[in-house]
T-cell receptor, first 112, second 116 residues
Framework: QQPVQSPQAVILREGEDAVINCSSS?????VHWYRQKHGEAPVFLMI?????EQKGHEKISASFNEKKQQSSLYLTASQLSYSGTYFC?????????????FGSGTRLSIRP | DVKVTQSSRYLVKRTGEKVFLECVQD?????MFWYRQDPGLGLRLIYF???????EKGDIPEGYSVSREKKERFSLILESASTNQTSMYLC???????????????FGAGTRLSVL
């Protein structure tokens, strides 16, 4: 039931772009994106709702393709501060049930 | 700022002991969650609660129970700790309502539990 994230890990040089994908086997109501820095709690980045538009946050944006049941997180001109593990979380069905099922995470390492 | 506080950052217990992990949130959130985090497996939901005295099983409830006697406090209980329960445990809370900025989960810093 967990959404599938890809890639599992990615290493970038500062300034490069990255895409992280999140796929679900069930129809999605919403997709959440969180980032967890080493030794810290996961922190909310953004939420994409069924029927909603692409969201953006600093140089991080995301899209939600309802037909393909997937979301992608785009990191543009990556900065050292973007390092961490990114989790997508999904909610299913036609209404929010508050429960979120998280993927296994994508570890992003940014090198100077 | 929302604050979710977990009582311990590190905990070492022996096999067979009863273990209590405590979580308190200060934003009057209706929903509270317990996850365990293991390398390569992400965040897996153990139990959650929509209201006081209400609880629902998540994906991996075996070996765990929970208690929610007050709205702000959600406890995870390991009735008889086993070595395969060695993990990082994360508590989270969220507000109920129409989707939007609700359902955003706020996490505690985590408790790293070692069962020897």
């Amino acid at each position: 039931q967990q959404p599938v994230q890809s890639p599992q890990a990615v290493i970038l040089r500062e300034g490069e772009d990255a895409v992280i994908n999140c796929s679900s086997s069930k129809a999605l109501y919403s997709v959440h994106w969180y980032r967890q820095k080493h030794g810290e709690a996961p922190v909310f980045l953004m939420i994409l709702l069924k029927g909603g538009e692409q969201k953006g946050h600093e140089k991080i944006s995301a899209s939600f393709n309802e037909k393909k049941q997937q979301s992608s997180l785009y990191l543009t001109a990556s900065q050292l501060s973007y390092s961490g593990t990114y989790f997508c979380g999904t909610q299913w069905g036609d209404s929010s049930a508050s429960k979120i099922i998280f993927g296994s995470g994508t570890r992003l390492s940014i090198r100077p | 700022d929302v604050k979710v506080t977990q009582s311990s950052r590190y905990l070492v217990k022996r096999t067979g002991e009863k273990v209590f992990l405590e979580c308190v949130q200060d934003m009057d959130h209706e929903n509270m969650f317990w996850y365990r985090q293991d390398p390569g497996l992400g965040l897996r939901l153990i139990y959650f609660s929509y209201d006081v005295k209400m609880k629902e099983k998540g994906d991996i409830p075996e070996g765990y129970s929970v208690s929610r006697e007050k709205k702000e406090r959600f406890s995870l209980i390991l009735e008889s700790a086993s070595t395969n329960q060695t993990s990082m445990y994360l508590c989270a809370s969220s507000h109920s309502g129409l989707a939007g900025d609700t359902d955003i989960q706020y996490f505690g810093a985590g408790t790293r539990l070692s069962v020897l």
